[in-house]
């Protein structure tokens, strides 16, 4: 094998590229994989930002765990210890929109009442 053939060519290090990669190392250990990532960082969408003693999500925060696999990879990846469980602090969360903090809604009738998107934006979500 020169240099530049791969039996595998993941494009994208977000975590859909990150976790192809983890699966493929741990079920083909024999496949050479190349992950092309175009950013100068890892991640994609994910990342957080450490201001004055708070974390910042850029977007996600967090995921179900009612199926194994994920919770099975982070104890893989040895991270269990690191994993923050939500709790009632975060149950009620804001978005900034328009300049104004607004409480996101936790139920359909609850969303097409709420501000958090324009009437436009919330007809075309239940569409
Ligand atoms: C505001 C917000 C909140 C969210 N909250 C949650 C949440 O709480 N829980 C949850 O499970 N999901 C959440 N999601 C969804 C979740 O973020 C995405 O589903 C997931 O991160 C997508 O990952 P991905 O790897 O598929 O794509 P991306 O994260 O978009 O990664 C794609 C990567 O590919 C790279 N790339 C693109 N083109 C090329 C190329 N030609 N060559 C090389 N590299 C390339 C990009 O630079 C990028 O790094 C949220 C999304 C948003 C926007």
């Known amino acids: 094998m020169t240099e ?3 039996d595998v060519a ?3 290090g977000g975590i ?6 983890h699966f493929l190392k741990l079920k083909q250990p024999s496949l050479s994989v190349k992950l092309f990532e175009a ?3 890892l991640g994609g969408t994910i990342g957080t930002d450490n201001i004055d003693g708070f974390s910042l999500d850029w977007g996600p925060n967090g995921f179900l765990d ?3 696999i994920t919770l099975q990879m982070v104890e893989q990846l040895g991270l269990t210890d690191s994993l923050e469980r939500a ?3 975060v149950s009620h969360r804001f978005i900034l929109r328009d300049n104004k ?8 009738p609850k969303f ?3 501000s958090i998107l324009p009437v436009s934006g919330r007809l075309r979500v239940m569409m």
């Open 101 to 108: 903090l607004r409480s996101v809604p936790m139920s359909p």
């Open 39 to 41: 950013d100068s960082r």
């Open 16 to 21: 859909s590229g990150l976790s192809a990669l």
């Open 4 to 6: 530049n053939k791969y």
């Open 112 to 114: 097409m009442t709420s």
């Open 87 to 89: 709790n009632d602090n």
């Open 66 to 68: 009612r199926e194994p």
């Open 10 to 12: 993941i494009i994208g």
